[in-house]
Nanobody, 122 residues
Framework: AVQLAASGGGSVQAGGSLKLSCTTS????????MKWFRQIPGKEREWVAV???????DYPDSLKGRFTISADHNKNTLYLEMNGLKPEDTGMYYC????????????????WGQGTQVTVSS
C-alpha cells in the first residue's frame, strides 16, 4: 500500500526557513509525479512544487527562488525547503503523488499525506 507522511512544519519568524519532509512507501520517485500543496486559510489548496520522475521540477512563478523540492531516493523521502518565509506562507502543507510518469493536471493525485502546519509570524 502506498503511504505518505508529511512532517517538519512549525513556527518561524518572517525571513526564516523550514524544511518539510514526506516519507513515502510503495512509490518509486522515478515513476511518479510528486508534489507539495498548501492550504492557506480562506484560499483554495494550491500546488507549490512538483518533482516529476525524480528529476524535473516545477514551481509557480510566485515561489521560484524561495521553495525547492528534492528527494532522497534511498530514504524514499520527499523534501520541501522553504527560505525567506513570509506571513502569507502560513498554512497547512501536504505532500501528494500521482502514480504515473506523466504529471498531467497537477490537481490529479492518487495519494495524499496528512498535512503539516507552517506558521510564519511577522
Amino acid at each position: 500500500a502506498v503511504q505518505l507522511a508529511a512532517s517538519g512544519g512549525g513556527s518561524v519568524q518572517a525571513g526564516g526557513s523550514l524544511k518539510l519532509s514526506c516519507t513515502t512507501s510503495g512509490l518509486t520517485f522515478t515513476r511518479a509525479c510528486m508534489k507539495w500543496f498548501r492550504q492557506i486559510p480562506g484560499k483554495e489548496r494550491e500546488w507549490v512544487a512538483v518533482l516529476a520522475r525524480g528529476v524535473e521540477t516545477d514551481y509557480p512563478d510566485s515561489l521560484k527562488g524561495r521553495f525547492t523540492i528534492s528527494a532522497d531516493h534511498n530514504k524514499n523521502t520527499l523534501y520541501l525547503e522553504m527560505n525567506g518565509l513570509k506571513p502569507e506562507d502560513t498554512g497547512m502543507y501536504y505532500c501528494a503523488a500521482r502514480d504515473s510518469i506523466l504529471c498531467g493536471n497537477y490537481r490529479t493525485n492518487d495519494y495524499w499525506g496528512q498535512g503539516t502546519q507552517v506558521t510564519v509570524s511577522s
